[in-house]
């Protein structure tokens, strides 16, 4: 990814490391993500936007990982998305950032728009 940073910087003419880089991304990500909270009206976006549909855990005769299938593992898609919501700062929960991690990307007003909305993890 340090590849990226040059890249960006070559093109850009705006000099980011790695981290920065790394930083405006996750920052563009909460940023979309406190969007998406606004506009359909609940915090809980991991069972109204980040649902997987049950055919992906039940389809038959295919095993879960066979070669050539894509059946997935429910409990294991549910721990996986609990790590990127807790990687990000978001709430485990819901999916959605929480006010600290809004805070740490400079984006109070977001926090303070979405809280007073009702939209906000406690």
Do not use: C
């Amino acid at each position: 990814t340090a590849l990226e940073s040059a890249y960006f910087s070559l093109a850009t003419g705006v000099t980011k490391t790695e981290q920065e880089l790394d930083a405006a991304g996750e920052k563009i990500t909460t940023l979309m993500r406190a969007l998406t909270i606004k506009e359909m009206g609940t915090a809980n976006l991991r069972e109204k936007h980040d649902y997987i549909p049950d055919w992906v855990y039940e389809k038959d005769p295919v095993r879960k990982f066979a070669k050539g299938s894509n059946k997935l593992d429910k409990d294991d898609l549910e721990k996986g998305k609990t790590m990127l919501y807790e990687s990000f700062g978001w709430d485990p929960k819901t999916g959605a950032p929480t006010r600290a991690t809004l805070a740490r990307h400079g984006m109070d007003d977001i926090a303070e728009g979405l809280a007073k909305k009702g939209l906000l993890p406690a």
